[in-house]
């Protein structure tokens, strides 16, 4: 059996200290899972259960490569995310197991056109068109879980062009890192090579062609990306 075109190399993200790569399954990601996020989008947290969309998975883009100014948008935005690459399968994962089906972290940018996601949001309809375009989900290499300390008490922040947009903390994540898999995998079977963008602290705003974007967690290497 021949398939009728070349079939693509996989989608996948670099390893630290590692020459193998991380070959990616699916791009699942969380909505509003910051308290001061949810609140500038104009979102109450407290009543909220966490949700998800998806990108694809070859909208995943190594760091310091440059990606294009994306078309059908003016107004283009930065998320700084921490990214928690899957390891192992799990389906309905208790919260105290769930990290057992880590590999890692990395750090994330979960690219989105920020019009095109308001206008979906009045009409009710997907958000693919704003969030799961190419190039959309840029993410640094992944560092193994077993050489990361305190992950969930780490600075997570963002600069466009050497300015801090983004200062926050992952502990603030109103859904941890375990939670998020808990209930994430009574959705989906989680199967190794799915990343999870764990959602943006507040301070998101645009980006603009030439704009240099630096994304930092503490512990993890950092995210830089070049809109060209
Ligand atoms: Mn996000």
Same mark, same amino acid.
């Given at each position: 059996m021949n398939y009728i075109f070349?079939?693509?190399?996989?989608?996948?993200?670099a390893i630290h200290g590692s020459d193998d790569r991380f070959a990616v399954r699916r791009i699942f990601c969380v909505g509003?899972?910051?308290?001061?996020?949810?609140?500038?989008?104009?979102?109450n947290p407290d009543c909220e259960l966490p949700f998800y969309f998806t990108k694809p998975n070859d909208a995943v883009v190594d760091s310091r490569v440059s990606?294009?100014?994306?078309?059908?948008?003016?107004?283009?935005?930065?998320?700084?995310?921490?990214?928690?690459?899957?390891?192992?399968?799990?389906?309905?994962?208790?919260?105290?197991?769930?990290?057992?089906?880590?590999?890692?972290?990395?750090?994330?940018?979960?690219?989105?056109?920020?019009?095109?996601? *308001?206008?979906?949001?009045?009409?009710?309809?997907?958000?693919?068109?704003?969030?799961?375009?190419?190039h959309s989900a840029p993410c640094a290499e992944i560092h193994p879980i077993n050489q990361i300390s305190d992950i969930e008490n *780490?600075?997570?922040?963002?600069?466009?062009?050497?300015?801090?947009?983004?200062?926050s903390n992952i502990n603030k994540l109103i859904w941890s890192v375990p939670e998020v898999i808990a209930n994430l995998s009574t959705l989906f079977t989680l199967m190794p090579g799915d990343l999870i963008y764990t959602g943006t602290p507040e301070g998101v705003?645009?980006?603009?062609?030439?704009?240099?974007?630096?994304?930092?967690?503490?512990?993890?290497?950092?995210?830089?990306?070049?809109?060209?």
């Open positions: 070349d079939t693509p190399t996989p989608a996948s993200v509003r899972n910051y308290a001061a996020h949810a609140r500038e989008m104009g979102h990606i294009p100014y994306p078309p059908k948008t003016n107004n283009f935005h930065f998320e700084a995310e921490l990214v928690v690459a899957i390891g192992k399968e799990c389906e309905d994962v208790k919260r105290e197991d769930a990290l057992q089906h880590v590999y890692g972290y990395a750090v994330g940018n979960d690219l989105t056109r920020r019009d095109l996601q *308001s206008a979906a949001k009045l009409k009710g309809r997907p958000w693919d068109a704003s969030k799961a375009f190419d *780490s600075r997570i922040w963002l600069t466009v062009n050497g300015d801090i947009k983004q200062d705003g645009p980006i603009m062609k030439g704009d240099v974007i630096r994304v930092g967690i503490e512990g993890l290497t950092e995210l830089e990306t070049k809109i060209v």
